[in-house]
């Protein structure tokens, strides 16, 4: 049993290691985000041109400069969107963290009873606790991925029509990550209650 609850330790050691290039991940959509509201704030003035002044006499500059602005505008917006894809390839490894960690329960030539998977050794968590922990794990960062993933389409397709408050809340629902417990509530998971 105890063998057992070793191997799964490995697993939440490559959990945290996924976990860890999340918190790096969010930093860098975090900055592609207010890029890309700074480019759409600036986009609503560059469409008026009683904002150009004196600069209307240069023909061709509102179109110039929109155009730059667009293109600057869709390319953190792929650039979003790959970022996107590498916080889905996290959500995909940790969904096979618990896939492989109900496996080594559920394989071998002794499979554990109810009672084994509930038995504790030492001050380690039971198997269960485990198996809990891991799917708890996957289900909170696939559910923030879904809401990060809704953000970014929402900035894609209104993002001329959004206004500096729209964009301030979006803004903030992506750096709250509200379904992912604090710092601290994450590092109770590992440490208190979990194989670490």
């Not at 600036?42 to 509102?62: E, F, H, M, P, T």
């Not at 995909?92 to 080594?104: A, N, P, T």
């Not at 009672?115 to 485990?130: A, H, N, S, Y």
Request: proline share 2%; hydrophobic share 40%.
């Amino acid at each position: 049993m105890e063998t057992m609850v070793n191997k799964f330790q490995a697993k939440f050691r490559k959990a945290r290691e996924e976990i860890s290039r999340w918190d790096e991940l969010q930093s860098l959509l975090v900055s592609q985000f207010r890029n890309a509201s700074s480019i759409i704030d600036r986009l609503q003035v560059l469409q008026n041109s009683k904002n150009y002044a004196n600069l209307n006499c240069i023909n061709g500059i509102q179109d110039a400069l929109l155009s730059k602005q667009m293109g600057s505008l869709e390319n953190i917006m792929v650039s979003m969107r790959s970022t996107l894809e590498e916080f889905h390839k996290i959500v995909l490894s940790l969904e096979k963290i618990h896939r492989d960690g109900r496996q080594l329960v559920k394989g071998g030539s002794s499979r554990p009873t109810i009672k084994q998977l509930q038995q504790r050794v030492g001050i380690k968590p039971t198997l269960t606790d485990c198996l809990d922990g891991l799917l708890f794990l996957h289900d909170i960062h696939n559910s923030e991925y879904q809401l990060k993933t809704s953000i970014i389409l929402a900035l894609s397709a209104g993002a001329l029509k959004l206004s500096g408050s729209d964009l301030s809340a979006l803004l903030q629902l992506l750096i709250d990550q509200p379904n992912i417990p604090s710092e601290e509530g994450m590092k109770e998971l590992f440490v208190s209650s979990i194989c670490l």
